[in-house]
């Protein structure tokens, strides 16, 4: 009897010394301070109490953050709001709006936040005095605390089950249906703005934008690919605009130093497409490198003595095209391929006309008697009063008449029934439209398009001119069917945009 009562002590110890555990756990993992216990601030002065976040746990905390104001005098709460917020890994300082009044008063502030899921973890920071006064305060002292208080910092534990104290429950109203002094005069605009919530917002909406991307296909197989030639990702930066909307882009690097940066854009947690490029031999697509085509153009310049030295690529659900850069000395070529839906459509190869040795000399002294020949004929001209022409390069600027001509044109290609054709020539006047805002000059393919998109145009132009190239591509390149009423909407959008 005694070895059994000895036996459920000590599996009563051990059980206390692991909640004993949990609760340090949680002390340890995150807790708040602040630089004052008490602040002031002037009647009509918005109220920001800068707390520190301590994150110990090596990796960012999603949770939430409570703020209730109470009564210094009956310690009742008369206010309070939550917020959920992420917090960063190591230390971080925010400011909690607890309003203005716009009388004298004293309120307390108690702050907590929570976080964690089975235990919730608790850590709080009671009674922190905010004073308003009418009287004028020094400029450092309305932004700063009082130099007669020492910091505080939270106590942490798990949270309890009694629900008696949960803010959801405090009410803004007396016993006896008064408005307190706090909620009559507390601007709730400024509240709702607790940790600078403008900043918050966007970190929310970067986290939810990252995590999209992480989780979309298209991505997914990008990154395993250069996963599986040891390439390990370094970053991964993201522009949000909107919710999982934005754009996007990351660098990844290898144990040489070889490095391959992606970029794209995403529409509402899906990936329109990514481009790569590098200058590492990286692998390409299998549906490129089994096309006969394109491995007789790899194999032809490969033969001449040509060396890789850069890859771009572009990938979308039904479209990828890959363009394959090689140098020899100072002469260049250059493989480009498009694949529809897996099947590749396109092979292209460029390349530099390389000259015997002997054609060198021989083009300098050409030139070199040209030369000669033009500046003695210059010497042996009489002197006249004829005016040098200014050269005519009005024909080297394209106007939007151009471009409305090509849409005019389209108009007439699809109601004699070519329709492929119709938005082939449509797509181009947009693509003109594109070059002459680039100042290329010649007309520019859909990657540079897209590429010059990216890099200059305002989101909203931006991202109409990517969607009609990306939705197009099937009408373009498979002969999809295009209705009446979808090529009329085409020829509208493309005529806001020139």
């Known amino acids: 009897m005694k070895k059994k009562f000895i036996s459920c002590m000590a599996v009563m110890v051990i059980l206390c010394m692991a909640a004993t555990g949990m609760v340090q756990a949680g002390d340890d993992a995150v807790f708040l301070s602040t630089g004052s216990a008490e602040y002031r601030f002037a009647v009509h002065e918005e109220s920001r109490i800068p707390v520190s976040i301590t994150n110990n746990m090596g990796q960012d905390l999603p949770g939430i953050i409570h703020v209730s104001i109470r009564d210094p005098v009956t310690g009742e709460y008369v206010y309070s709001q939550s917020k959920q917020i992420t917090a960063f890994s190591g230390e971080e300082q925010y400011y909690l709006s607890a309003g203005n009044f716009g009388e004298e008063q004293n309120i307390i502030v108690d702050i907590s936040f929570e976080y964690g899921t089975g235990p919730v973890y608790r850590s709080e920071l009671k009674g922190i005095g905010l004073s308003f006064t009418d009287e004028q305060l020094p400029e450092e002292e309305s932004k700063e605390?009082?130099?007669d208080t020492t910091p505080i910092t939270s106590t942490s534990g798990i949270k309890s089950e009694d629900t008696s104290m949960d803010t959801s429950s405090y009410q803004p109203y007396a016993a006896d249906g008064e408005v307190h002094a706090v909620e009559e005069h507390a601007?709730?605009?400024a509240l709702r703005r607790t940790l600078l919530e403008e900043q918050i917002e966007r970190e929310i909406l970067k986290n939810a934008l990252?995590?999209?991307i992480k989780d979309d296909i298209l991505f997914q197989g990008v990154n395993s690919s250069l996963y599986d030639q040891n390439f390990s990702r370094l970053s991964l930066a993201v522009t949000a605009q909107g919710n999982t909307s934005g754009a996007f882009s990351s660098i990844y690097r290898d144990t040489s130093d070889e490095t391959v940066s992606l970029s794209g854009t995403v529409n509402e947690g899906r990936i329109i497409n990514i481009f790569e490029n590098t200058t590492a031999a990286i692998a390409l697509p299998g549906m490129f490198t089994d096309n006969e085509t394109f491995r007789r153009a790899v194999s032809a310049i490969v033969s001449e003595g040509f060396v890789r030295t850069g890859t771009e690529m572009n990938t979308s659900t039904h479209?990828?095209?890959v363009k394959v850069r090689y140098d020899k000395g100072i002469y260049h070529a250059e493989i480009r391929a498009e694949s529809i839906d897996g099947n590749v459509t396109a092979v292209d190869l460029k390349k530099d006309d390389i000259l015997p040795f002997y054609i060198l000399p021989l083009l300098i002294l050409v030139f070199a008697s040209l030369n000669?020949?033009?500046?003695?004929?210059y010497y042996m001209m009489k002197p006249g009063d004829t005016e040098t022409a200014e050269p005519d390069t009005t024909g080297q600027i394209r106007?939007?008449?151009?471009?409305?001509d090509l849409l005019r044109s389209a108009e007439l290609l699809f109601a004699n029934g070519k329709k492929k054709e119709a938005v082939s020539l449509a797509?181009?006047?947009?693509?003109?439209?594109?070059?002459?805002?680039?100042?290329?000059?010649?007309?520019?393919?859909?990657?540079?398009?897209?590429?010059?998109?990216?890099?200059?145009?305002?989101?909203?132009k931006r991202e109409q001119a990517l969607t009609i190239l990306q939705m197009t591509e099937m009408q373009r390149f498979a002969e999809e069917n295009v209705t009446e009423e979808q090529f009329r909407a085409l020829i509208d959008v493309i005529k806001r945009l020139i």
């Open 145 to 147: 605390e009082r130099p």
């Open 187 to 189: 601007d709730a605009d």
């Open 210 to 212: 990252r995590s999209a």
């Open 319 to 321: 479209y990828s095209d």
């Open 372 to 377: 000669a020949l033009i500046v003695y004929a």
């Open 399 to 404: 106007s939007p008449e151009d471009e409305m």
């Open 427 to 460: 797509v181009r006047a947009l693509r003109m439209h594109i070059s002459s805002d680039q100042g290329a000059g010649n007309e520019i393919s859909d990657r540079e398009c897209r590429e010059y998109l990216l890099a200059n145009q305002d989101s909203e």
